[in-house]
């Protein structure tokens, strides 16, 4: 069952093909660490994974490079800019890479000539001036800083981030099974973390990950701020959806991020199968405990009102695969659902019992 997800599954494109590479990789080059690395690597901090795994040789194949060879997002963070540095002059200080547009967090809205907080984003129409750019970078403590003049400030470092595209997927146990139901949303996550150091915070907090993934834009394929994290049991699953808010630490970040269950919009109803609903999609998840399963409207009405479940909020998958919750239209669906509720034939709650 698990393994139909997968191949079904449109959020995690190759990952098939890339547990089969990790598991065929041999002993020359595992992918995927052992336990004793892990927890070694988890007791020593998360800076030590960062090279430990930050290279192409411990990363998922999976996005080590797309169809045209691209290695990093042509879209790149500059931070720790002079404060009275203007677009154009950003834009001079490095059009000798090739042709590029200065973009940061709500430009167009607030007409500064500025970027407010010290950082932007340089967009290069090639991705080739982006390794043109880190070529002419120096580098310190594995970061790579530029030298940048405003009208005030000769020659200020400023911080050169580029996006590496394989950072964006990690395999951390390629002999699991990946199973979009038991993934999780991770909201507000740090633009500079990778997959890799995603899928080591969050297996030292609840164990069992098998697979961490950076959501990207289509176009520019950079963080997007979210991420999916993937678990081998429901045990881990469920410890990590209850907990509801997990602390990321990594280097200088310690940022508080949302956790919720990542809803799929291609699964049937868990009551029916479809039955009560033609056979399309179910559109709700309930993230109840309880509960954990996707519903049909009918289906939510009749087992939600139900004692002790009437307080469930479903979730419905949103754009930016981010899960929300809505409002249920109780008093429109539970009329029907009342009589059907009392009804000898309804199949009982399946969840409960299949998961306690
Ligand atoms: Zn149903
Ligand atoms: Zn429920």
Known sequence: MTTDYCCKSPFFPGVEEAAVAGGAAGAGSPSVPDQDVVSRLSAAGLSMCVS????????????????????????????????????????????????????????????????????AFLLFQDESSVAALMEACITDDDKLYLCVSSPTIRDKPV???????????????????????????????????????????????????????????????????????AFSNQQSYIAAISARFVQLQHGDIDKRVEVK?????????????????????????????????????HCWATIHSRPGREFHKPLVKEGADRPRAVPFRWYNALGSSKQQAAHPSLPKPAAAARLF
């Open 159 to 229: 911080q050169i981030r580029p996006w590496r595209l394989a950072d964006a997927d990690y395999v951390l146990d390629a002999s699991m099974p990946l199973d979009p139901r038991k993934t999780v949303f991770v909201g507000g996550v740090p633009r500079p973390l990778k997959a890799a150091e995603l899928a080591m915070i969050m297996d030292r907090l609840y164990g069992g990950v098998c697979y961490a993934g950076i959501d990207t834009d289509p176009e520019l394929k950079y963080p997007k701020g979210a991420g999916r994290v």
């Open 52 to 119: 430990a795994l930050g290279s192409p040789a411990r990363s998922s194949p999976v996005s080590a490079g797309s169809e045209h060879g691209e290695r990093f997002s042509r879209k790149v963070f500059v931070g720790g800019l002079p404060p009275d540095i203007d677009e154009d002059e950003i834009t001079s200080s490095f059009r000798r890479f090739g042709p590029l547009v200065v973009d940061w967090p709500h430009k167009a809205e607030s007409k500064s000539y500025f970027p407010p907080k010290g950082y």
């Open 261 to 297: 269950p990542y809803v799929l919009d291609d699964q049937m109803c868990d009551e029916c199968a479809g039955a009560r609903c033609g056979s399309k999609f179910a559109p709700f998840f309930c993230a109840n405990v309880t509960c954990l399963q996707y519903y049909c409207e």
